[in-house]
């Protein structure tokens, strides 16, 4: 059993739910927006998109996902196991 699955969550709106390929071109504008930079120290390389949502749905000891509101990209979070030696949580705004 998958101790922290990898499936979508739905509700008020909102959806959590694993990057998909088709995110790379909203996750690189967000990623380039200089107020957003401002703000979230640690962004990875806007053209790393495609590598970055690669590596997030293959991390064995985390959950990333992409917060969608209304048919668009709003933010992520990031979900370790509690087990997991690393932070708890970890969240971003996209926009």
């Known amino acids: 059993m998958d101790w922290l699955p990898y499936e979508p969550v739905e509700g008020d709106g909102l959806l959590l739910r694993p990057p998909r390929?088709?995110?790379?071109?909203?996750?690189?504008?967000?990623?380039?927006?200089?107020?957003?930079?401002?703000?979230?120290?640690?962004?990875?390389?806007?053209?790393?998109?495609?590598d970055w949502i690669a590596a997030a749905r293959s991390a064995p000891d985390r959950r990333e996902l992409v917060v969608v509101e209304d048919g668009t990209l709003a933010g992520g979070c990031r979900l370790y196991h509690l087990s997991s030696s690393l932070f708890p949580f970890t969240g971003r705004l996209l926009r």
């Open 21 to 50: 390929a088709q995110d790379a071109a909203d996750l690189a504008a967000a990623w380039a927006d200089p107020l957003i930079q401002r703000y979230v120290p640690a962004l990875p390389d806007p053209d790393g998109a495609g």
